[in-house]
Antibody, heavy 122, light 106 residues
Framework: QVTLKESGPALVKPTQTLTLTCTIS??????????VGWFRQPPRKALEWLAL???????RYSPSLKDRLTITKDTSKNQVVLTMTNVDPVDTATYYCAHRSLESPRNWFDPWGQGTLVTVSS | DIVLTQSPATLSLSPGETATLSCRAS??????LAWYQQRPGQAPRLLIYAASKRATGIPARFSGSGSATDFTLTISSLEPEDFAVYYC????????FGGGTKVEIK
């Protein structure tokens, strides 16, 4: 069974760097075709894609946030890490990670983790 | 960026009724669109992919249609657990989501 779980600080101060971890199980980050994406959802707003990392370490970033984001993976720890620099209160959101592969199906994002709420405030 | 516009923003219906949700793309997606359901306090769940294919375990009352820029999600005979927010999602150019349609109990 494929599962993902996000973890990270619940509260960060403006200008700080946010580090989020997605711990996966039920699949391998080194399996051909596998990817893990990060998304966020501000309170009562729509979903926004942030970044995606593939099994071969190829990476994609949202054009509007690419200067602030870094996505990495640690296959041995079954983790995908997203860092976001210089956070602002507008970055307050629930952050999700999600799995994709040919079996997702057809590389659509599924399933998703439960999400972790991050509040940016001084 | 490809913009996805969903309508209506809110749909007020009674259990047993049919919900028709719309998603319009700013450019052709060639059928490459998915629908997600999000219940309160939960993560999104994949319902429909490739415009019309149901994901594993999704009931037959959920159906999708469309191909170029106009897509529809139909929920026949609404069950209590179907009252939620629905998002359309494209991956033709990067990844974007529509603003969502909330299906609420009338």
């Amino acid at each position: 069974q494929v599962t993902l779980k996000e973890s990270g600080p619940a509260l960060v101060k403006p200008t700080q760097t946010l580090t989020l971890t997605c711990t996966i199980s039920g699949f391998s980050l080194s399996s051909t075709g596998v990817g893990v994406g990060w998304f966020r959802q501000p309170p009562r707003k729509a979903l926004e894609w942030l970044a995606l990392i593939f099994w071969d370490d190829d990476k994609r970033y949202s054009p509007s946030l690419k200067d602030r984001l870094t996505i990495t993976k640690d296959t041995s720890k079954n983790q995908v890490v997203l860092t976001m620099t210089n956070v602002d209160p507008v970055d307050t959101a629930t952050y999700y990670c999600a799995h994709r592969s040919l079996e997702s199906p057809r590389n659509w994002f599924d399933p998703w983790g439960q999400g972790t709420l991050v509040t940016v405030s001084s | 960026d490809i913009v996805l516009t969903q309508s209506p923003a809110t749909l007020s219906l009674s259990p047993g009724e049919t919900a028709t949700l719309s998603c319009r793309a700013s450019q052709s997606l060639n059928g490459d669109l998915a629908w997600y359901q999000q219940r309160p306090g939960q993560a999104p769940r994949l319902l429909i992919y490739a415009a019309s294919k149901r994901a594993t375990g999704i009931p037959a009352r959920f159906s999708g249609s469309g191909s170029a820029t106009d897509f529809t999600l139909t929920i026949s005979s609404l069950e209590p657990e179907d009252f939620a927010v629905y998002y359309c999602h494209q991956r033709t150019t990067f990844f974007t989501f529509g603003g969502g349609t909330k299906v609420e109990i009338k």
